[in-house]
């Protein structure tokens, strides 16, 4: 008799623990939304051309040194040059994937082998202490400044260069009659011109921590013309680093371990190429939803359903359970007709139901709460993003 009733005492243990965890029975869901790029080009520009205009070239006396585990040493590959290339082609290819422009046409390339870049242009009157006698510089003034100083800075050709080019006071390394062609054999409204990369790597050993490492970093600069209104909008600079790390016992096993130098300076021109092209447009991402799963008998299912991107059908069987006894139920139904609604493409109704969701219970079950001011989080992110995806459409 008292081993029954231990016994019953254990199952109805259970239930109770079941009943008090059941906001805890939840699944993720992999989905695709839209994020907005962190650079808007404006809607007017649907049709693009692409060039590759890249004055570093040549072997650059400063990037093809690399540091091999403490060692200094001297390439003879230019990689750089190559990385370029990689770099330029995955641009083009993740713009075309995304499919944001109506055209993308690619240029012939440019060719700086023998060419140096010398900026004849007076600054003085600038930059002159005298405020009163101080020239003020127009937009496209500060790009051509800014280019100048970044590619004179960061190119010193291991070879002597036979010929120049003199940078232009409005456009950089274009001239207003080179701009024009484009547009006029094109039919393009935006230029973006590659007119630079480089890249520096080196591989490390850390002994204390017992790991290898290698690194990339990539330097580009981009110039934007505007070839409707004959523009110079933008020079744009970025440096990205690639990484990769791997626990080693010794600096022998680090070499076997990490990417040839080769490899890594390749994969991290691809990567950097195609976190840019990202960089300037709107984009398709894959993002994690959780949604509360149960066993009662009319939501089992659900799973399925959603398995199946069943939507208005899984959302049916949620709503049907709004008005159970059962807060708990009703809870999860809520949250969970807050994420069809956003498979939906209704925000404010899944950030209203996400809401509603979370006062069944307010701060009082805590799990509960924390999964709720998450996803209002993330729901209130995705509305402000949609009223920036709507300008760069330009509806």
Known sequence: MKNRAVFLLGVLTLFVLASCNTLYNTKTIDIEIVEPST?????????????????????????????????????????DSIASHVYFENFISELNNQAFFDTVITLNERNYSTIRIVDTIDYTPYFREDSATRVSMTAEQINVLNSGYFLQANTSSVRPKSDTLI???????????????????TGTDLLLSLDYFGASDGRYYHRELEIGSEQAINWTQWSFYDLIDM???????????????????????????LPP????IYNAAEISAENFALTIVPHWVQVQRMYYSSGHVELQQADELIQNAQWLDVAELWRKQLYNKNKKIVAKCMYNLGL??????????????????????????????????????????RQADMKLLEKQFGR
């Open 39 to 79: 650079m808007t080009i404006a809607p007017k520009f649907k049709n693009i051309a692409i060039q590759y205009n890249n004055v570093n070239c040549s072997p650059n006396e400063y990037l093809n040194q690399y540091e091999e585990f403490g060692t200094q040493k001297t390439e003879n590959e230019n990689s």
């Open 167 to 185: 940078i232009h006071p409005q456009f950089g390394l274009y001239r207003p009659d080179q701009l024009e062609n484009i547009r006029n054999n």
């Open 231 to 257: 523009k110079y909008l933008l020079a744009y600079s970025k440096l990205d680093t690639v990484k990769w790390m791997e626990y080693s016992p010794g600096i022998k096993n680090a070499d076997d371990v």
């Open 261 to 264: 130098r080769t490899d890594a």
């Open 340 to 381: 069809a609604c956003e498979m939906g493409g209704d925000l404010e109704a899944a950030l209203a139901w996400v809401v509603k969701s979370y006062h069944i219970f307010g701060p009082k079950n805590e799990l509960h709460a924390e999964n709720c001011m998450e996803y209002i989080r993330l729901l209130s992110t």
